[in-house]
């Protein structure tokens, strides 16, 4: 089976300018999103605090419940469904500093009075101290930092600066734009989510170097194209194997956002704004991004003569 | 058939093998002979997957510095009495400082010789005479102090080792970290608020004397007469459930403390069927209180855990045979855990809780459920999918996709890595990932043929260019997949893991093991034309 015709000649570079300004916009947005909800939403990973899954063995909603613990036995907390069923719910609350004094036994016993013994089962608990939140926000960032810059010198050695630099812009750019989407849905950012952007970084730069692999092999084979035509080419070249790996990889994460269950559920989603936006990006943003740097440096030549 | 493909055949069956060999006790575990089992552990769970409380504490360790200092101003009251140093006050003085209040400076340099030659890792600072007296300051070096921590993090691990023995865990880990921080992982836990309330107590046993002729009001009000302390006695009733605390004043000075205890048991009181924990002293500890009962009859001492004040029976009679009770309102499992941190030591420094993740049995239990179901159904539609694409060579890389699983949990067991729920993501996330080269390698060989090369040459040419290619693409993933493991925590850990695994595995079973398939059939069965 083909999917896509051998001597396919898309004319992807010459409409470079409508995407930028889908990619500007859809940042925006996301950026937008950020200011409006006030900052990123941080999981207890990151801002402390401490997140409670309980399931009962009945029917009930958040609302009752919050109005059971708030201000008995919390201060202040946010209770949300979780799963698909009204029987299991996240309570997430500021304190994390009480772990020593029973909070969980102090919170199931108030619940239990209520719904009755054995009613209530905590499934999970997570308490991370504030220190603790900002030690891993520190890592998070720096890992991704780290992780870019690895990819950097990598990339500048087997390639050149300029790939490198384009490679990195569409990473920023994947990244940027996973980022918004976790706004505009207003989802936490926790640990798995860092991973997942890490897994994004690791995709999209695949996808990347796969077109700048081909990039580099075409360079000496069409000497008399110009270099815009040569990066066409070679997204027209990979275009098989790009649809094709992303719709495989597609597939598989579309697994686990279905079935992977909640606790995974928002790493998954992150996964899959990734996939789409890193196969995008290696199309519309890396590769536009060798034509600007080899304008800019022809720029400064005319303007050194 | 040639030597190559017969010894790289042999090369893929050996590993192919070993990895069921190394799998089979994941799988089924009591079915095999135990030298099978004892040869290959079991792919180990993380506590997001089999339930669990994983824990960071952090040590207190100013406090452990303040309290070394304390004791230190004890023996130097002693000491300064016995030399017959006449002296205002000795006493603790801005955390981290001991300052010693004279007359004169005579009485100052005298106390200068003791204390250079009685405790030579303090350092004498500035002298100020400024209110008619002469101050003399002294201080730890920053070595000292640091040492002091250092001792106080290693003391603290050892006792949470002993407590975590007899609490009953199995595979708990407990490992100091960075910045006085101590992580414990206790599996399976069943009791987690328990587990919380044994390790979380810093188990400082001491007996003070009750200061009977104290104001318990002007106490309450914050005005103690130097050298005492108010503490609460707590009282439950065992009936209706209610506390009282009762107000005691007692001397700040510890007559005797836990550290000369040789053993403490649970016993029950027959008369009032209720429990307390009997404490045994070692020789130095009997001796001592021998001492102190006897100067004492008719005086109360007061049984002090933590700042809290368990019973404060009158001393009857003079007590030599090195043996004690606590009493108090306890339920029989707080008697229990009171003797087990008894036992296990105490805390040279209060601890606090800075993390905390419990994860119950059940919600792992649906986690590996879904984490599997997820896998397989992936796996599933992807090599459908690649089987209609590339029909006869999608049976070859669906071949390479079945083996790099089997491979990534082989050598999950193998490096006695833990599968986490992230861990399974990556798994899912390499299955999808994997195809990638076998799909850059046919596209290659399809390119070839379209050009009208003959099979042979395709699949030479076609892997040949595409090696590169998947080299590099997938050293950058592996990049971020280091990274993350430097950086990682617990879950995030296993997936960098079952990542840098995958990738790894899967260069080898998409490029090795692919090409010795096609080779087969090229070479052994002779087939001119492939299907792809």
């Known amino acids: 089976m083909e999917l896509i015709k051998p001597d396919i000649n898309i004319d992807f570079i010459s409409k470079r300018r409508y995407a930028a300004v889908i990619s500007v916009v859809l940042i925006l947005v996301g950026l937008a999103a950020l200011v409006l909800r006030g900052g990123p939403n941080y999981g207890v990973d990151f801002a402390g605090g401490t997140v409670v899954q309980v399931r009962f063995n009945q029917s009930t909603d958040a609302v009752q419940i919050k109005d059971l613990l708030v201000p008995e036995v919390l201060a202040s907390a946010v209770v949300q469904r979780f799963g698909d069923e009204d029987n299991e719910f996240l309570i997430r609350a500021e304190e994390s500093d009480n772990g020593l004094q029973g909070m969980r036994t102090a919170l199931v016993q108030k619940l239990e009075q209520e719904y009755g013994d054995g009613s209530v089962e905590v499934r999970r608990v997570e308490m991370v101290g504030p220190q603790v939140g900002k030690d891993l926000r520190k890592k998070g960032l720096m890992a991704i930092v780290y992780a870019m810059v690895g990819i950097l010198i990598y990339i500048s050695w087997r390639f050149e600066l300029r790939f490198a630099v384009g490679a990195i812009v569409a990473l920023l750019h994947d990244v940027t734009l996973t980022f918004g989407a976790f706004s505009l849905f207003d989802k936490e950012i926790g640990l798995p989510i860092i991973a997942a952007f890490l897994a994004i970084i690791g995709y999209s730069l695949n996808d990347t170097i796969i077109v700048y692999d081909r990039i580099r092999e075409n360079r000496g084979r069409y000497n008399d194209k110009s270099f815009a035509d040569l990066i066409n080419r070679s997204i027209n070249d990979t275009l098989s194997r790009t649809i094709l790996t992303s719709t495989t990889t597609l597939l598989v994460v579309l697994s686990l956002f279905i079935f992977g269950g909640g606790v995974i559920h928002d790493f998954a989603f992150a996964l899959l704004i990734g996939v789409i936006v890193g196969t995008y990006s290696s199309i519309y943003v890396a590769s536009p991004m060798l034509l600007l740097w080899d304008k800019f440096q022809n720029k400064k030549v005319q303007e050194k003569s | ?532």
Request: with cysteine.
């Open chain 2, 1 to 532: 058939m040639t030597n190559s493909i017969k010894l790289r055949g042999l090369l893929v069956l050996a590993c192919v093998l070993l990895a069921l060999a190394s799998l089979a006790p994941t799988l089924m575990k009591d079915r095999l002979p135990t030298w099978w089992q004892n040869a290959f552990d079991p792919i180990h769970l993380g506590l997001d997957l089999q339930g669990g409380m994983h824990l960071v504490l952090g040590v207190e360790v100013d406090k452990a510095v303040e309290s070394r200092l304390d004791s230190i101003i004890q023996e130097t009251e002693v000491l300064l009495n016995d030399e017959d140093i006449i002296f205002k006050s000795v006493d603790r003085f801005d955390g981290e400082r001991l300052k010693i209040t004279v007359y004169d400076t005579d009485a100052g340099e005298e106390v200068d010789a003791v204390m250079r030659e009685q405790f030579p890792s303090l350092e004498p600072m500035t002298i100020d005479g400024s209110s008619g007296y002469v101050e003399k300051n002294y201080r730890f070096s920053d070595k000292e102090i640091a040492q002091i921590k250092d001792f106080a993090v290693r003391q603290a691990l050892e006792t949470m080792r002993n407590r975590v023995d007899q609490f009953g865990v199995s595979e708990p880990v407990i490992q100091r970290q960075s910045d006085y921080r101590i992580l414990i992982q206790l599996p399976g836990i069943k009791e987690p608020q328990r587990a919380i309330n044994l390790l979380g107590k810093t188990a400082q046993l001491q007996f003070k004397m009750v200061v009977e002729d104290a104001d318990i009001e002007a106490a309450k009000a914050g005005d103690l007469k130097p050298g005492t302390t108010l503490l609460y006695e707590r009282d439950v009733d065992s009936r209706t459930g209610k506390v009282t605390e009762r107000p005691l004043v007692v001397s700040d000075r510890s007559s005797l403390t836990g550290d000369l205890l040789s053993d403490a048991q649970v016993r029950i009181d027959t008369r009032f069927n209720e429990p307390y924990v009997a404490i045994d002293f070692n020789a130095a500890g009997a001796k001592r209180f021998d001492q102190i009962t006897a100067a004492n009859v008719g005086q109360r001492m007061a049984i002090v855990l933590d700042d809290t004040v368990y019973s404060a029976p009158t001393i009857r009679e003079r007590i030599s045979g090195g043996s004690a009770q606590i009493s108090g309102a306890f339920t029989e499992q707080e008697a229990t855990d009171l003797a087990i941190v008894l036992r296990a030591g105490s805390l040279p420094a209060p601890v606090n809780i800075l993390e905390n993740r419990t994860v119950g049995p059940s919600l792992g239990h649906d986690s590996i459920e879904q984490g599997i179901n997820s896998v397989l159904i992936g796996a599933v539609l992807v090599i459908i999918m690649i089987l209609v694409y590339y029909r006869g060579a999608g049976i070859v890389a669906n071949t390479a996709l079945v083996l790099n699983i089997i491979f990534i949990m082989a050598l999950l067991g193998m490096f006695k890595a833990t599968l986490t729920l992230p861990g399974i993501a990556g798994i899912v996330l390499t299955v999808g990932m994997a195809i990638d080269a076998n799909v850059l390698i046919f596209e290659r060989i399809r390119e070839e043929l379209r050009n009208g090369k003959s099979a042979r040459i395709a699949i030479d040419s076609g892997y040949a260019k595409a090696f590169v290619t998947i080299v590099d693409a997938n050293i950058t993933t592996l990049i971020a997949a280091v990274v993350l493991f430097q950086f990682g925590t617990g879950p995030v850990k296993g997936f960098a893991v079952t990542l840098s695994i995958g990738i790894l595995a899967s260069m080898f079973t998409a490029i090795f093991v692919s090409r010795l398939i096609f080779d087969f059939f090229l070479d052994v069965r002779n087939v001119r034309k492939i299907s792809i």
